[in-house]
């Protein structure tokens, strides 16, 4: 175990400096440096890599959200060589000319400006689809070939997902142009059974699915992701917080990547060195929207009335108060709430009501965002950890 690089670090409220990591560990992204091939993730990093290497047209990789499908569709075009074009696609609720000029981007054909104001910015299907096969003919004297990466595919509508059909019948002599990869949620596979996505079920060669990790395969993973930030073992996840990790998470990798990082700031606030159940505990709780009482923060020990410690994940109890001082504090409210009536009642009968026009806008959820256990989830799976044998 190694101690923070310096004084300096210490000050820092940024963990990354106090555990003296190069980079955030558990981002959320799709950066295949942090790729980790546990037993599912190779099988599945296997087979399509090699669904790909046959030249075949269209591929399917199903998971639940958060178990790193788009990762892994990285890691794997990236080990393809530089004679790769690639298209990414995360925007399930685009229109087909839409997808069509985002391929043309990616693939380098255009920029976004001329998207935006060039010659195909009006351009229809049939046009833009001449264009792109112009190009995809063109990979063919370089040995080159293109891979478009359909993500969130359970969210295209039936016109778009027959226009992906279409684009799996360029070919030349007898070699298809373009590789098409749906990565998708299982719901994926009930809406390709239907009657309207007959054809295009029928033109998927490979089928794979990703499943979560292992409770053993977390913590390889926690460990991976710490080495490629840091390089070096200066912080460590004892044995029962990976335990708690993996049962929270699910083994979805994106979710044992936000409960890892606020572990690790919980760690950061009480300067440890080894991540404790504890401080899981401390962060499930936070990230469910769980929080003490008086404005404590979590991760911390608060000191009660006689400077003794109470630990951060008991609950805190207020002191008692004299019955003389409950009585006097009692009656000053019934002083105050008459007061306030009083005030109230001339208002109403001397001025305007104070009714809003229109009720106040409610705040929508933001895209995309992370379905974390719920404040009641956290407690329920605590309280069955503990009553398990050897369980605390």
Known sequence: MQPPESLQALADPIYEAFYGLREQPFAISTDPRFLFLSSPHRRAYDELRTGLLRDESLLLLTGETG??????CRGVIGSLGDRTFSSILHQPYMTGPEMLRLILRDFGLVSREELRRGVLAGADVPQLLDVLESFLRSLVAIESRAIVVLDEAQSLSPTLLDEVRMLTAFERDGKRLVQIVMCGQPMLLNTLKTEPM?????????RVALMPLSRDEVEAYINHRLTVAGGAPTVSFQGEAIHLIAELSRGLPRRVNVLCDRTLQEGRIQGAMSITAALVKRAAKALAGQHPAGGAVLGSDAEGPAGDVI????PIVAPSRPPWRIAAVAGALVLAGVAAYHLYARSVLTGDLGVPDAPAPVAAEAPGALPLPTAAEVDLLLKELASRPGGG
Do not use: F, H, Q, V
């Not at 178990?67 to 892994?72: N, Q, R, V, Y």
């Not at 007959?198 to 033109?203: Q, V």
């Not at 630990?311 to 008991?314: K, S, T, V």
């Open 198 to 206: 007959y054809a295009l079920n029928e033109r998927i060669t490979r």
């Open 67 to 72: 178990s790193g499908k788009t990762t892994l």
């Open 311 to 314: 630990p951060a994940d008991e």
